[in-house]
């Protein structure tokens, strides 16, 4: 593939921590960094940290009134504001108003951690976010970590029926670590999104100064589904994640293999026809959503040359 896709400069970046504000990495790092920028300074710009939800992180909580990262709809972002909105749908049209509307950043990250064993997750919500796409291969080629490896991860939505934060900015990564249990700062996870984030902040640097990105072919795993847990008449769980599942994020999962185990011995296995990759496997945070875990399908994908428009 010869084409060479030409984006403009990236100069206006934003990195958001506390959008969950009991995820205690991206809470810790942009508190850390609100006191001293200077780790986030290049030659071509400086990114600017920013605590996206401070009453939840107030109160250790992923939320006060709903979850921010899926209040972020056209629908909610235009809708006449009134006092007794949630607090977080607020808070979204504020962040909405700084970094996104018509003065959109250039460049939006998005800290969050998993109680998941999803290592470094590097999601994406275009599949054609070419500068995204760049900068997730410049991770896995630069910033390797066999502790947290780099997996690619698209949320495939349409643009207007996208929720989440990160679909404020012209182009965006949110990096999903774990994992690391809710309200905990585990060390190594800090380390390592500090690590990702300086690593991704250079190749932003790079290509704002011209450099040149080749063409590469990269394995994506999109999401396809969502699975329940095995409920009772009552709504109630009555299968858990196996013991074989637990852990097992972005392993290829068969038809007929355990996913679900019940306290009387029972077990379900996986009914669909092809192999899946599960994610955000006991996810603590998807209880509530009733979500058991992620399906994604591996996804090969050619990527074309890439270098900034001037
Ligand atoms: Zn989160």
């Given at each position: 593939m010869n084409a060479v896709t030409q984006n403009k400069p990236a100069t206006r970046v934003v990195i958001f921590g506390g959008t969950h504000g009991n995820e205690m990495s991206g809470v810790s790092l942009v508190k850390h960094w609100l006191q001293d920028p200077s780790e986030l300074h290049r030659v071509t710009f400086?990114?600017?940290?920013?605590?996206?939800?401070?009453?939840?992180?107030?109160?250790?909580?992923r939320y006060i009134d709903t979850d921010l990262n899926r209040s972020f709809s056209q629908e909610l972002l235009s809708a006449c504001s009134s006092e007794g909105d949630p607090y977080?749908?607020?808070?979204?049209?504020?962040?909405?108003?700084?970094?996104?509307?018509?003065?959109?950043?250039?460049?939006?990250?998005?800290?969050?951690?998993?109680?998941?064993?999803?290592?470094?997750?590097?999601?994406?919500?275009?599949?054609?976010?070419?500068?995204?796409?760049h900068l997730a291969n410049y991770l896995q080629c630069?910033?390797?970590?066999?502790?947290?490896?780099?997996?690619?991860?698209?949320?495939?939505?349409?643009?207007?029926?996208?929720?989440?934060?990160?679909?404020?900015?012209?182009?965006?990564?949110?990096?999903?670590?774990?994992?690391?249990?809710q309200g905990v700062t585990r060390a190594d996870v800090l380390a390592r999104m500090r690590e990702l984030v300086n690593c991704s902040l250079d190749f932003l640097d790079l290509y704002?100064?011209?450099?040149?990105?080749?063409?590469?072919?990269?394995?994506?795993y999109r999401v396809t589904s969502r699975v329940d847990f095995p409920r009772d008449v009552d709504g109630e769980i009555e299968g858990f994640i196996h013991k074989e599942l637990q852990d097992r994020d972005y392993h290829p999962l068969k038809p007929g293999d355990p996913i679900f185990q019940t306290l009387t011995g029972d077990e379900q296995s996986f009914d669909g026809e092809k192999v899946i990759y599960p994610t955000?496997?006991?996810?603590?945070?998807?209880?509530?959503?009733?979500?058991?875990?992620?399906a994604t399908e591996k996804v090969h994908q050619v990527v074309p040359a890439l270098r900034v428009q001037c």
């Open positions: 400086a990114a600017e940290p920013f605590l996206a939800n401070p009453l939840a992180v107030e109160h250790c909580v977080e749908v607020k808070r979204a049209r504020e962040i909405y108003k700084k970094f996104g509307a018509k003065e959109s950043y250039d460049f939006v990250f998005d800290l969050h951690n998993t109680t998941s064993n999803m290592g470094s997750t590097l999601l994406l919500c275009k599949a054609d976010d070419y500068l995204a796409l630069n910033c390797v970590d066999y502790s947290f490896p780099c997996n690619v991860y698209l949320v495939d939505v349409e643009e207007r029926n996208n929720v989440y934060l990160q679909n404020i900015g012209k182009h965006s990564l949110s990096l999903e670590l774990g994992p690391q249990p704002n100064q011209g450099k040149e990105f080749p063409s590469f072919e990269m394995d994506i955000f496997i006991n996810e603590a945070a998807y209880y509530e959503k009733k979500v058991a875990f992620i």
